[in-house]
């Protein structure tokens, strides 16, 4: 009689490569940044025991029983300066002797990582008690009132980009963008769209609710069958910045956004620099990592700045 066949999960065996590196290596403090899925666990498409236990809670285990002591929370990134719904887990693992752990004296970095905002944001010039929207993290980007030359950054002809004008009023956290660069910034390309997909962005900005991922209803009215796609509202923060640039229409213009603009909203400065194609298909996904998606998977910098001086503090 034939035995039941048994699939092993990838994950499982990435999860303890991961651990094997680590316990060789020994870093005093570890930082480990992802989705909320994380924390989930994968009751459709998992196998053995991935369909009750999350990922997450296999490597915290792991990485205890290799003399570490992990913390873990949900955060909001709009809370640090973000201009977006971003909620992120984080794991912080210290070593059991190391002295940042002692440092901690009862605390964990999570409270050391609140306790510290308001000042974090205060020397930002960033609001402490409202989000920034998103019309302030990119409305020196818009079209309207710009001038349009050929895309300076890429050698596909065709596109055009804004002449970005260094001067005038800008919101502080534009001005934070714009700190330590006085040129304009690169990956201002325009997206090429059709007159159909300009009349249908138009369409979902005057009859849709900002802010909000288009409904069913609106969806079925407008003949769309994508799932996930919101028009911003320039008074509030963005949607979730993804590596898939037609997820989001301009909050008050009929197109996606540029890579400088989803930038922005994950708190690049404007000196940053990004090279490459902008988007890749097909096959090509397995070798290229254009632009939208090294913004889109990134860490937003400013939150990676806000935790990176708790542990810095810790560590000193």
């Known amino acids: 009689m034939a035995g039941r066949r048994t699939h092993s999960d990838p994950r499982n065996s990435l999860t303890e490569d991961y651990i094997k590196l680590v316990d060789k290596l020994q870093p005093r403090i570890l930082l480990i940044e992802n989705v909320k899925g994380f924390t989930l666990p994968f009751k459709k498409h998992g196998n053995g025991d991935s369909k009750d236990i999350p990922y997450s809670t296999k490597v915290i285990e792991r990485l205890e029983q290799i003399g570490y002591k992990v913390f873990s929370e949900l955060i909001d990134l709009g ?31 999570f409270d050391i990582l609140a306790e510290n905002r308001e000042l974090f944001l205060s020397t930002k010039g960033l609001p402490i008690d409202k989000p920034v929207t998103v019309k302030q993290a990119i409305g020196d980007l818009e079209v309207t009132g710009k001038d349009l030359i050929e895309s300076t950054d890429f050698d596909l002809k065709g596109y055009k980009q804004i002449v970005y004008k ?10 934070l963008m714009r700190k330590g660069t006085d040129i304009s910034p690169d990956s201002l390309r325009l997206p090429k769209h059709k007159a159909e997909t300009i009349r249908q962005f138009q369409k979902i900005i005057n009859t849709c609710t900002q ?18 796609l919101t028009p911003l509202h320039g008074d509030s923060p963005s949607a979730t910045i993804t590596t898939l640039p ?28 990004f090279t490459g194609k902008y988007t890749t298909g097909g096959k090509d996904r397995k070798n290229e990592c254009p632009r939208y998606t090294q913004v889109g998977n990134a860490v937003p910098p400013l939150f990676s700045e806000a935790i990176g001086e708790v542990l810095k503090d810790l560590v000193s």
């Open 246 to 273: 037609d997820d989001m229409v301009h909050y008050s213009e009929p197109r996606i956004l540029t890579v400088r603009e989803n930038a922005r909203i994950q708190t690049f400065p404007d000196w940053f620099q």
């Open 166 to 175: 260094t001067q005038g009023g800008k919101s502080n956290f534009a001005k």
């Open 211 to 228: 802010g909000k991922t288009l409904s069913k209803e609106d969806r079925k009215r407008l003949g769309i069958k994508k799932h996930a």
């Open 79 to 109: 809370a640090y300066g973000v201009p977006q719904a971003r909620k992120r887990f984080i794991i912080i693992a210290i070593r059991k002797d190391d002295s940042a752990y002692n440092k901690l004296n009862g605390k964990t970095p």
